[in-house]
């Protein structure tokens, strides 16, 4: 018997042989090198006595469609101008509806640390 997680990893796996078929992991890690570095979300949260992280997500397996998010950037800039310190953005598309796509539209939108929520499965 399968499990949701089981599938989950299953599909993440499938995406990623996509994924490194058009840009290569020594592409990639070039790419990385070129990005700036994270915002220190840990040490913001830390600093403060009490810290909101906001979360960019769609779906979940086990409660399914939980929001129409047409602009995951303007939704996050909401979020850091009602005051969170941080935004995490579910980037698994099968089950969670995201994509890195969001999570470069809310790079770009927002100036607070961002968390990337996915199921990594491989050094890529």
């Not at 599909?11 to 090198?33: C, I, P």
């Not at 602009?71 to 909401?78: K, M, R, T, V, Y």
Request: net charge neutral.
């Amino acid at each position: 018997m399968t499990s949701v997680l089981d599938s989950i990893i299953q599909g993440v796996k499938e995406d990623l042989a996509v994924r490194k078929t058009q840009v290569s992991l020594a592409e990639l890690k070039a790419l990385v090198d070129e990005v700036p570095r994270a915002l220190p979300a840990a040490e913001l949260l830390h600093k403060n006595a009490f810290s909101v992280i906001s979360e960019v997500k769609r779906a979940s397996p086990s409660k399914g469609h939980l929001s129409d998010i047409p602009d995951p950037a303007s939704l996050a800039f909401e979020y850091q101008t009602g005051g969170a310190q941080v935004i995490s953005v579910l980037t698994e598309q099968r089950k969670f509806n995201g994509s890195l796509a969001d999570l470069d539209a809310v790079r770009r939108k927002v100036s607070i640390p961002i968390l990337r929520k996915d199921f990594m499965v491989d050094e890529y």
